[in-house]
């Protein structure tokens, strides 16, 4: 399988068995559609009205070594894994520890309904938070690095317990040979330099949650008394990225339709001096009035076009920022199971209630259908476990033939069940947005390479 594209005068050609892309010229870009199709002499007679016949033979030649060289038309070897991968035994490496359901926001767009998933305010015990870790420890097996995403909610409202759960993962961990790596997500109303202090000595990786500029901000993301929250989190955000020296976070953004220029959110946050940036697409019912619609996937395009040029423009000037979804590794990328099957949600990820109840994954919170069982009792639900497990870019139909399926990974189960109600259907908009992606941090690896 090959997938070629065009941006801004640069050819792409990719080979996505071998996960080889090559930057073309015009007449390789033509001539590889039909290089399978036909023999030599009827692409010559084909394309000698509009390339010199030694040109026409270079190409063929230049396409024929990289097929020999296993480089273009390669053959799918990942499905023959497939069934070994199936059939390994999961092991739980990462939690998202819900410390708080509640918030002291009321995020327009927010999934979990103000942080309550549809239930009750509530705060994790350190009790509760204490038995997710020795659960992740039994469901770890060999594993020794472990991750510990909290997450609420604001988990800025329950902090004490945090350090609490903290302090007993690092009081263990020796003991079993485990290496916890913590994550915080945060609203940033709480933020202060004490806790700046903490988060910066324990968690390896930190969450800012702002949506860009101060008008789509705060239209989005306000208080119970519509108080936008710009102005409070702006400094505290920036002393915190500073304090971490601009690595180990990200600020986090969401775009919906009331800014589908979002490209210059980003970039208002590129100008505040942020270089760790992740500004993504919401996704909710399509009766809101803030969801994306398909007629808007165009102006999207042009904005992830627009936002990858000035991107490239701002490395070069020695200005340059990380914009999450257009970082690729293009020399060692996922490992087999990653690219198979993605963020391992329901397998090797699962959310944690302050209840201690198991979920999927934190989007799944709520929806009792999908409870599993709880950090006292551990995994009941086998058999969605095993659903999950066995959820992989050969289980679903949209998948299988699609260029972008080992970039994605087949993309976000809870999307695709909020929209399907069936964990291996995507969901197209994401579906849409992840392929330019893809195809802009291409584009930006092969132009900065001139």
Partial sequence: MIHKFSMDGINIVMDIYSGAIHVVDDIVYELV???KKYDKEKLINKFKGKYKIEQIKEALEE???LEKEELLFTNDLYEEYLEQFEKRNPIVKALCLHVTHGCNLKCKYCFAGEG???GNRALMSAEVGKKAIDFLIKSSGN????EVDFFG?????NFEVVKEIVEYARSIEKDYNKNFRFTITTNGILLNDEIQDYINKNMYNVVLSIDGRKEVNDKMRYTANHK??????VPKFKKLADSRNQTDYYVRGTFTRENLDFSEDVLHLADLGFKQISVEPVVAPKEMDYALKEEDLPILYEQYEKLAKELIKRKKEGKGFNFFHFMIDLTQGPCVAKRLAGCGSGSEYLAVTPEGDLYPCHQFVGLEEFKMGSVFEGIKNKSMQKQFQSCNVYAKEECRNC???FYCSGGCAANAYQFHKDINVPYKIGCELEKKRIECAIY???KLAE
């Fill in 228 to 233: 936008g929250s710009y102005d409070v989190i």
């Fill in 403 to 405: 260029w972008a399926k």
């Fill in 153 to 157: 909610g604001e988990p800025l409202m």
């Fill in 444 to 446: 930006i690896k092969a």
């Fill in 143 to 146: 594993r020794r690095n472990l």
């Fill in 116 to 118: 309550e998933y549809g």
């Fill in 63 to 65: 396409i024929e070594e």
């Fill in 33 to 35: 559609d039909y290089y």
